[in-house]
C-alpha cells in the first residue's frame, strides 16, 4: 500500500462532522402512506381545505406515477411504504420565544454552527431553522417585517397569507411534474416562505438550515420565494443529517418566482450525510428546484455547492419567459467513496432576448459517480437568445466516474448556444510543484481543487464561501489516489 | 559516507526513471556557499538529478546515498525536503488554474515560517515584502489578480520561480536551466537576484545548457555531466574551454 492510499484509509475512515443525534421526545406519525395520513398531517397544520385539496391530488396523482429511473443512478429499491412522513418535537411545535424552545434544539443548531439567540446570532442573515418536520425558529423576523418582508415557515405563511401561497403554490412545479414533486406535494412538512415587496431590496441574507434528526423519516420540505417587482433577495440553504446505517429520503420542492426587473440569488451548500467509505447508509436526495423568470429583465442564479448525500438527483432550473430575462447556474458536485450524483439545470428560453449562463465543476474522488444532465432549450419566439455552458470534471482517482449529458434543442435561427466541456486528472506535476514548495499531498489538492473551484464559489455570500470551502477540503480528506 | 562540511553530499548515485538508467554512479559535493555548475549535453541526466534531489515519484535511487545536512534524503518526503531548505526551480513550472499568485504565495510562505517556529506574516507584511521581490524581478503585474503561471511568458514562469525562492529563503537552491528561452536582460535579471541571495551560506547548483549565465554568476566549480556521470569538473576555465571545443570534443578528450 503506498503512502497516499494510506492517507485516503486514515482519512475515509474520519467520521462525518455532523454525525450526533439529538435526543429529543419527538412525536413521530407511523410509517406509511395513504389518505388518512395526509389528512392527519393537514389537520395538525390546521390547514384549510384548498390546501388538503392539494395534498389529496398530489396523492392520487403521485400513486399513479413511477420513480424515474433514467439517470445515471444505481437507486435501490425504496419501499415508500417505511418511511414515516412526519414528526415534530413532542413540547410545543411552534415557538413565540426562543424561552419555549427546548434547550435540546437550540444546543443542536449551536453545535451545527447556527446559533438561534439574540446576541450570538449571524450578523446580516435572518435564519429560519427547521429540525425534522418542523420550523423552529426564523431570526430577525421584525426587523424584515419592517420593510415588508414575509421570511417564515411555509407553514406559518399558510395560516399567515394564505392568498399568496395559494396564488403560487404549484405554480412553478405543478403536481404531476415528476415522481419525487408529487410526493412532496402530498405530504411535505415545512419549509420557508419569502416575499419581497415591489421596489424592496432585502437589507440581509436570507437562510434555511435542514436537519434531519429523527430515526426512518422522510423529509419533504417545500419552499417557496417571491420576488414582486424591482426587488432583490438572496436566500441561501445548508442541510445536514446525522450518521444513520439505513438511507433516509429527501425530496424537497423549491418554487421560485421572479417578477419583472426583480432579481433572486438561491445558494445552497449541501451536506446531507452521505453514507460510510462502503456506502452504507447516507440520504438519498430527490430534489425538485425551478424557478420562473416572470417579468421582463427578471434574474435568477442558482449557485450549488452539494458535498453530501448518498445518491443525488437534482436539476436547478430555470424557465426564462421575460424578454431579457437572464438566468445562471453555478455547481461544485462533490462525490467521495461510494456517492452517486446526476445533477445539472435546465434553461428554458421562452422569452425574447433571454441569456443564460452554467458553469458546471464536477470532482470525483473515491470510487463515486458523477454526472452533470444538462438541458438548453431555446424556444420559436425566444429569438436572439443565447446559452453558455461549460462543463468541467476532475477526476481525482481512477476507480470514480465523470459523465457529461447535455441536450441541446433551438428552434430559431437568431440564437446563440456554445458549450464547452472538459475532463482532466488532478496533474501529479501540480501536486509535485507544490510538494517542493513544502506543501504536503492533502494541502496541495485542497489548493488545486479550490482553485478548480473558484469560479462558483466566489458567487456564494461572502459569509457562507469561507464554510464552503472549508465543507470541500473536509470533504476531500483523504480522496487522493 | 557523506561528506564532512558539505551541505549537499551525493555518493555514487544510480537513478532509474520508466526501466532507463539515467544518473550512473554521480558523486557530487556542495560545501555550504558555494555556486556550482552542471553542464551537459541533452539527456546527460542533468533534469533527472534536480528531481531525484526533490524527491519525486517515479525517480528510483537505484544506489548511493543522497546527504543534506547530515540527513539521508532517501528518509525525507519532498515536502520535507523542501522545508529544510532545497529549493528546486523547474525548467517547466505548472499552471494551476483558479489558485490566485497571492494566496499560493502566502500559503507556502506561511507553511515554511510555520516549520521554522515562525509566526504567519500579516496580511499587511505579506503585501509588502510580496510587492518589494515582484518589483525588482518586473513582476507587479502578475501578483495582482492572476493564477499560478496562468498565462504567463516562458520568461514570467522563470521569473516566477526566483520570486517564490526569494520568499522562501532556502538554503540549498537548484535552478534547472532556468536562463533556457530567455534574452540577456533577463537573464541579466536572474543573475542579479541570485548574486542579491549569495550571503556565503546559501549554496546553488546551476544546471545549464549554455555558458552564457555563467558570464553573469561566477561559478565555483564546474561540472561536465555525461550519460549520468560526472565526467569532468574545474573551475569557470571548464566552461569556457567548453563553449570553445564543444561537448563532442571535451568529451573524446576526456575518455582517451
Known amino acids: ?481 | 559516507m557523506e561528506n564532512q562540511g558539505s551541505l549537499l553530499s551525493i555518493r555514487d548515485l544510480h537513478v532509474r526513471v520508466e526501466d532507463k538508467d539515467i544518473l550512473r554512479g554521480l558523486s557530487l559535493d556542495i560545501r555550504p556557499g558555494e555556486v556550482h555548475a552542471i553542464m551537459g549535453p541533452n539527456g546527460s541526466g542533468k533534469s533527472t538529478l534536480s528531481l531525484a534531489i526533490a524527491g519525486k515519484e517515479g525517480y528510483e535511487v537505484q544506489g548511493g546515498q543522497m546527504y543534506y545536512k547530515g540527513k539521508d534524503l532517501s528518509e525525507m518526503d519532498p515536502e520535507e525536503r523542501a522545508l529544510e531548505g532545497i529549493f528546486i526551480s523547474f525548467q517547466h513550472p505548472v499552471e494551476i488554474p483558479g489558485v490566485t499568485m497571492m494566496n499560493f504565495l502566502r500559503t507556502i510562505l506561511n507553511k515554511h515560517r510555520e516549520y521554522r517556529g515562525e509566526e504567519p506574516l500579516s496580511g499587511r507584511e505579506f503585501l509588502q515584502r510580496v510587492r518589494e521581490v515582484a518589483t525588482t524581478l518586473g513582476l507587479d503585474h502578475l501578483i495582482r489578480n492572476r493564477f499560478v503561471n496562468e498565462g504567463f511568458s516562458g520568461g514570467e514562469k522563470k521569473k516566477n520561480e526566483l520570486l517564490q525562492m526569494i520568499l522562501l529563503e532556502p538554503e540549498m537552491v537548484i535552478l534547472d536551466e532556468i536562463d533556457s528561452g530567455l534574452d540577456i536582460d533577463a537573464i541579466k535579471t536572474v543573475a542579479k537576484a541570485v548574486n542579491g541571495m549569495r550571503d556565503g551560506k546559501r549554496s546553488f547548483l546551476l544546471i545549464t545548457h549554455y555558458q552564457r549565465l555563467l558570464n553573469f554568476i561566477e561559478p565555483d566549480v564546474v561540472h561536465i555531466l555525461v550519460d549520468g556521470k560526472i565526467v569532468k569538473s574545474g573551475d569557470k576555465r571548464l566552461a569556457e574551454e567548453l563553449e570553445a571545443r564543444g561537448y563532442d570534443q571535451l568529451v573524446a578528450s576526456v575518455q582517451q
Not at chain 1, 434555511?208 to 440553504?237: H, M, P, W
Not at chain 1, 482532466?424 to 479550490?450: M, P, T
Open chain 1, 1 to 481: 500500500m503506498s503512502d497516499s492510499d494510506k492517507i485516503i484509509q486514515e482519512y475515509t475512515t474520519r467520521e462525518y462532522e455532523h454525525g450526533f443525534v439529538t435526543d429529543i421526545e419527538m412525536d413521530v406519525v407511523p410509517p406509511g402512506l395513504d389518505e388518512e395520513k395526509i389528512r392527519f398531517i393537514s389537520r395538525k397544520k390546521n390547514e384549510p381545505d384548498w390546501l388538503l385539496e392539494f395534498r389529496l391530488k398530489a396523492y392520487r396523482t403521485w400513486k399513479q406515477m413511477e420513480q424515474p429511473n433514467w439517470a445515471h443512478l444505481d437507486i435501490p429499491p425504496i419501499d415508500f411504504q417505511s418511511y414515516s412522513y412526519y414528526a415534530e418535537p413532542k413540547k410545543k411545535p411552534r415557538y413565540k420565544s426562543l424561552d419555549e424552545v427546548d434547550p435540546k434544539l437550540i444546543e443542536t443548531f449551536n453545535k451545527l454552527g447556527i446559533p438561534l439567540e439574540e446576541q450570538k446570532r449571524l450578523a446580516g442573515v435572518a435564519v429560519d431553522a427547521v429540525f425534522d418536520s418542523v420550523s423552529v425558529m426564523t431570526t430577525y423576523k421584525e426587523t424584515l417585517q419592517e420593510l415588508g418582508i414575509i421570511f417564515c415557515s411555509i407553514s406559518e405563511a399558510v395560516q399567515e397569507h394564505p392568498d399568496l401561497v395559494k396564488k403560487y403554490l404549484g405554480s412553478v412545479v405543478p403536481i404531476h411534474d415528476n415522481f419525487y414533486a408529487a410526493l412532496n406535494s402530498a405530504v411535505f412538512s415545512d419549509g420557508s416562505f419569502v416575499y419581497i415587496p415591489p421596489g424592496v431590496r432585502c437589507p440581509m441574507e436570507l437562510s434555511t438550515y435542514f436537519r434531519i434528526n429523527t430515526k426512518g423519516l422522510g423529509q419533504f420540505e417545500r419552499t417557496l420565494i417571491i420576488a414582486d417587482e424591482g426587488s432583490y433577495v438572496s436566500y441561501l440553504e445548508g442541510c445536514t443529517a446525522p450518521m444513520r446505517d439505513e438511507n433516509q429520503l429527501h425530496a424537497a420542492v423549491v418554487e421560485i418566482i421572479v417578477h419583472k426587473d426583480a432579481e433572486v440569488k438561491y445558494s445552497t451548500v449541501q451536506n446531507w450525510y452521505p453514507g460510510d467509505e462502503e456506502g452504507k447508509g447516507g440520504i438519498f436526495n430527490f430534489v425538485t428546484k425551478r424557478g420562473i423568470c416572470l417579468g421582463d429583465r427578471s434574474k435568477l442564479s442558482w449557485t450549488q455547492v452539494e458535498t453530501g448525500s448518498a445518491i443525488t438527483w437534482k436539476y436547478p432550473s430555470t424557465i426564462l419567459k421575460g424578454d431579457y430575462s437572464q438566468a445562471e447556474f453555478y455547481s461544485v458536485a462533490l462525490t467521495n467513496n461510494r456517492q452517486q450524483a446526476d445533477t445539472g439545470t435546465k434553461m428554458i428560453h421562452l422569452g425574447k432576448h433571454t441569456k443564460s449562463l452554467v458553469i458546471s465543476k464536477g470532482i470525483s474522488a473515491g470510487r463515486s459517480q458523477n454526472t452533470y444532465r444538462g438541458m438548453v432549450s431555446i424556444a420559436k419566439n425566444a429569438v436572439h437568445s443565447r446559452n453558455f455552458s461549460q462543463c468541467d470534471s476532475l477526476l481525482l482517482t481512477d476507480k470514480c466516474g465523470a459523465h457529461t449529458f447535455p441536450y441541446i434543442d433551438v428552434h430559431n435561427s437568431s440564437s446563440v448556444v456554445e458549450h464547452e466541456a472538459t475532463t482532466s486528472k488532478i496533474a501529479d506535476e501540480q501536486i509535485f510543484y507544490l510538494q517542493q514548495r513544502g506543501l504536503d499531498e492533502e494541502e496541495a489538492v485542497r489548493l488545486i481543487v479550490n482553485g478548480y473551484a473558484r469560479e462558483v464559489l466566489q458567487q456564494l455570500p461572502m459569509e457562507f464561501a469561507a464554510e464552503a470551502r472549508k465543507l470541500l477540503e473536509i470533504s476531500l480528506e483523504g480522496s487522493v489516489g
